[in-house]
């Protein structure tokens, strides 16, 4: 659902937590299927559609698969990376995102067709440095580490993110919590610590409040990425509020994943209210049909965030951003401090 209510878009945004390869315009799919001679259910807009997006809440697991499947079969060239990323860019300018920062997971996007990280890296930059100028944003990168990959592809993408370390701002770890146990990948993370990169981490997305009491004190990240389920607990709540953390909030995400029954139960407002510092993100916009408008609108109109607590959410994100101190503050004092 591409939102372009000016009620929402006049807003200048924030975005932390979105993810480059549930990005992919259902066009450029099909373009660079045409390109690289890739096998796809439709090459019709419409049609592959019906493929790639998730549009209720009661499809099935398969349906979500065969969507992130045919998105990282898109990821068939470095030239592909730039352009994903391009368009991605000009779609958050569009809806007046000043603050973006972008995640995605080498290891499982650059696989698939065999790509060079760092070829792939170039042409983000190229992508980055070109948007920041044109659209006048200040836009970041943060490398994610699949837990569903294994340890050592999560120490080889710490290793790969420190290297690029004047770029990469942080590292994420996603995936299953319940298959693929935190204590695996705590080395890891504690690695990128060390050499100065910022962490958040996939929790309470889907699992209780036990799993983020648990990611904390295992992991100690700066940021977690849903966390939703610390509304189940008070000492879940006291601990992320005494660690300073913030939550990187995905509302219709985390409904059409059943992570909530109903959008109106998502509990965003009430974490709020908790004093918890929560930002509004879209997650994987293309698969998941929305955008970050959208995403206000739901706080707004479905939850009942005042346009002024919305605005408080942008602060909380830009004062919790990976990004360079500087490049933060210009972009603000420029477009939010008003
Ligand atoms: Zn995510």
Not at 101 to 118: I, K, M, Y
Not at 192 to 209: Q, S, W
Not at 242 to 264: A, F, K
Not at 310 to 322: K, L, Q
Request: overall charge negative; some cysteine; charged content about 30%.
């Amino acid at each position: 659902m591409k939102n372009f209510d000016p009620r929402y878009n006049d807003l200048p945004k924030t975005e932390i937590h979105i993810h480059l390869e549930g990005s992919i315009r259902t066009q450029t799919i099909i373009d660079i299927a045409k390109e690289h001679n890739l096998k796809l259910p439709s090459y019709d807009v419409a049609e592959l559609d019906r493929h790639v997006k998730v549009y209720d809440q009661m499809r099935d697991l398969h349906a979500v698969l065969e969507a992130f499947t045919i998105f990282q079969n898109s990821i068939a060239s470095p030239q592909a990376v730039e352009r994903i990323a391009s368009e991605l860019f000009e779609d958050s300018a569009k809806q007046n995102i000043r603050l973006l920062e972008v995640r995605f997971s080498p290891d499982w996007a650059f696989h698939g067709h065999a790509l060079d990280w760092d070829e792939c890296l170039e042409g983000l930059l190229h992508a980055r440095d070109r948007a920041e100028r044109e659209y006048d944003m200040a836009i970041g990168y943060i490398a994610i580490t699949s837990r569903s990959m294994g340890p050592g592809s999560c120490m080889k993408t710490v290793d790969w993110a420190i290297r690029h370390r004047e770029h990469i701002l942080g590292i994420d770890l996603a995936d299953s919590e319940r298959d693929f146990p935190l204590g695996d990948f705590v080395p890891s993370v504690k690695k990128a610590k060390d050499a100065g990169l910022k962490v958040t981490i996939h929790t309470g997305e889907d699992t209780p409040a036990s799993f983020v009491i648990e990611t904390i004190k295992l992991a100690a990240p700066d940021r977690i990425g849903h966390g939703i389920h610390a509304i189940e607990d008070m000492k879940a709540i006291e601990l992320i509020k005494e660690r300073g953390i913030t939550l990187e909030v995905n509302p219709w995400s985390n409904y059409l994943t059943s992570s909530v029954r109903t959008i109106e139960e998502h509990p965003l407002k009430r974490l709020f209210d908790l004093g918890v510092r929560v930002t509004i993100n879209s997650d994987d916009p293309e698969v998941l049909d929305t955008n970050l408008n959208n995403e206000y609108r739901i706080a707004h109109e479905v939850l009942g965030m005042g346009m002024d607590e919305i605005a408080r959410c942008n602060r909380y994100a830009c004062e919790a951003s990976f990004l360079p101190e500087q490049k933060k503050k210009r972009i603000w004092q420029k477009y939010f401090s008003a």
